[in-house]
């Protein structure tokens, strides 16, 4: 609620000149912890200002869809469906994504005024982090859009009569409401800061890191950045990085990107071009494993940041590594539905739910991942990764970056690369073509070709073994094609069907997965792993990249 304030001091003000008044100075050791001892004393007499806005209660930036949704709590996020979201999300080629903005008004009646200029900022001392906003001398109210959620803003009016010349009303305070912090950008849609959201254990995620986007250029979708647009995220949102999922439908061909080389931005922005697969039914996370670990390298760089990642609507491709962040980092699961599903507020054409066919099956891919070991969602998330070739130290970046506290302390995985391996057969070393080819790995052709690996456990532990595989074969299953052996007794591989799994889903494609090989005990001492192939794999052959002992059941040390 908006309320009118008359000029003179605030009640922080008032309380902080009576202690002063009265000898109750509540500074100690001369630093006050009273934030109304740091506000600029308001101007008195014929430039006072008369009232300027108030809020007694936290202050809403959703629109009353936006806020429906986000309250509703008749069932799962996760059985949402996309044509329940037309209730709230209205048209499929309607743009609602957008927030309101907080209006602040005031008034003045002083001659002379050259402009008006609204000074906010989170630090009551406005010596950080200071939002300046000018207005003509014949308007009276000031628009504020982007907030950070759930955050108290101080805030205060200036008349400028001349330089060093001005009239200054009391300084306020308001609260933000919490939620998904959707964004205002000139001329795009669908955009949103991926900070706000707690954690289960009782953390948030830092705002003002990591946005999602749609595209900044998209005519199908209409979503064209202007000139303000592009200001507000250079200097409003500091942007540094701009990941681009986009890559056309095998991930490679740039068209869908514009065959950009670097940011609509400009060249201050650091352009990585990451294009995601995005044909292949509801196979998009494995279809694209090797992308996300590419995608880890440039959000495991603290350095990096401000980032904003895109694909073309920013829905499927950009829903997938909104998911992977959220859940590595220790977001509820219901809230990673609820931010997949916000989508549908923005133009993108049709409307989507968390188990809907295509390759928006966020359901899918949080299934997938909980197969991984894990006694959460975030140590299952952080195995997958792990397994899949992403660098511990890359995983815990992130979440130290973009999470308040400590670092998650995950079961434990031990990856074995391709370059600790011994050649069983002949099997061709194979460099990388693409960017979605890892940059070495071990090609087996013939029967017998494979990968030995010998390493020392200082104890003996249990786990599951995956090994990084990639082949278009599509016939029989895991189980008919592979043998692995541990100091020589036959592992039980899965009976996976390579034509419905990841795994050769579609000859068009790569699809470096992490196929799960079995569950075993490793024995204290020297051991040694062999993975072999029975077949040819239809000519195609098989390649291989890395074994991973994921969710070790004990603290061993692997050499």
């Avoid at 009303?169 to 950008?185: E, P, Q, W």
């Avoid at 998911?323 to 599903?341: I, M, S």
């Avoid at 400590?406 to 050649?423: F, G, I, T």
């Avoid at 002949?426 to 693409?434: E, G, L, S, T």
Wanted: charged share 25%; with cysteine; net charge negative.
């Amino acid at each position: 609620m908006k309320i009118k304030l008359l000029a003179g001091l605030s009640t922080l003000a008032l309380l902080s000149s009576c202690l002063v008044a009265c000898g109750g100075n509540p500074s100690k050791g001369g630093k006050s912890e009273n934030p109304a001892d740091y506000y600029e004393k308001p101007t008195e007499g014929e430039r006072a200002f008369s009232e300027v806005t108030t809020f007694d209660a936290p202050v809403e930036f959703h629109t009353e869809k936006q806020k429906a949704f986000l309250e509703y709590d008749e069932k799962p996020y996760e059985d949402v469906t996309g044509d329940e979201m037309t209730k709230w999300s209205g048209g499929d080629n309607e743009d609602i994504s957008q927030p309101v903005p907080v209006e602040i008004e005031f008034s003045q009646d002083s001659a002379d005024v050259e402009k008006y200029t609204l000074e906010i900022s989170r630090d009551y001392k406005f010596e950080n982090d200071v939002i300046s906003m000018d207005i003509d001398a014949n308007s009276n109210k000031f628009d504020v859009y982007n907030l950070y959620s759930g955050t108290d803003y101080y805030y205060k009016v200036k008349a400028i009569y001349g330089e060093d010349d001005y009239a200054v009303s009391a300084t306020n305070k308001l609260t933000t409401v919490a939620g998904i912090r959707n964004l205002y950008i000139e001329g795009m849609t669908n955009c949103r800061d991926m900070g706000g959201k707690p954690t289960l254990d009782g953390r948030y995620m830092k705002q003002g890191l990591l946005y999602r986007t749609a595209a900044m250029d998209d005519n199908q979708s209409g979503s064209i950045i202007t000139e303000a647009g592009k200001v507000r995220m250079l200097n409003e949102f500091k942007m540094k990085t701009e990941l681009e999922l986009r890559g056309g439908s095998n991930g490679l061909d740039k068209g869908e990107a514009k065959n950009r080389t670097n940011s609509v931005l400009g060249d201050s922005v650091n352009y990585a071009f990451k294009g995601m697969a995005y044909s292949g039914g509801k196979n998009l996370l494995f279809r694209n494993v090797e992308i996300v670990r590419q995608v880890f390298d440039v959000l495991g760089d603290a350095d990096n940041y401000p980032v904003f990642f895109h694909c073309r609507i920013g829905t499927d491709r950009t829903g997938l590594v909104a998911l992977l962040v959220n859940a590595l980092c220790g977001v509820d699961v219901q809230l990673l539905y609820q931010d997949y599903l916000m989508s549908n507020f923005g133009k993108i054409g049709k409307h989507f739910g968390c188990k809907g066919n295509g390759e928006d099956t966020v359901f899918g891919y949080i299934n997938e991942i909980n197969d991984f070991p894990g006694d959460t969602l975030q140590q299952s998330c952080y195995n997958f990764l792990l397994t899949a070739g992403v660098e511990a130290e890359k995983l815990d970046t992130v979440i130290s970056t973009l999470v308040e506290g400590e670092k998650l302390d995950a079961s434990r995985v031990y990856v074995a690369n391709e370059a600790d391996m011994q050649d069983v057969g002949a099997p061709a070393r194979v460099q990388k073509k693409n960017l979605r080819q890892p940059d070495e790995a071990v090609k087996m052709a013939s029967v017998g070709d494979g990968v030995k690996y010998t390493f020392t456990s200082n104890k003996e532990f249990t786990c599951d073994l995956y090994a990084n595989l990639m082949s278009n074969y599509t016939s029989g299953t895991l189980s008919d094609n592979v043998s692995v052996k541990l100091n020589n007794e036959e592992i039980e591989v899965p009976a996976t069907s390579l034509a419905t799994s990841a795994l050769g889903f579609d000859s068009s494609l790569e699809a470096w997965i992490p196929a799960k090989l079995g569950s075993i005990t490793v024995p204290s001492g020297e051991n040694t792993l062999e993975l072999t192939i029975k077949s040819n794999f239809g000519g195609k052959g098989l390649q291989f990249t890395q074994f991973a002992f994921s969710g070790m059941s004990v603290a061993a040390n692997i050499q």
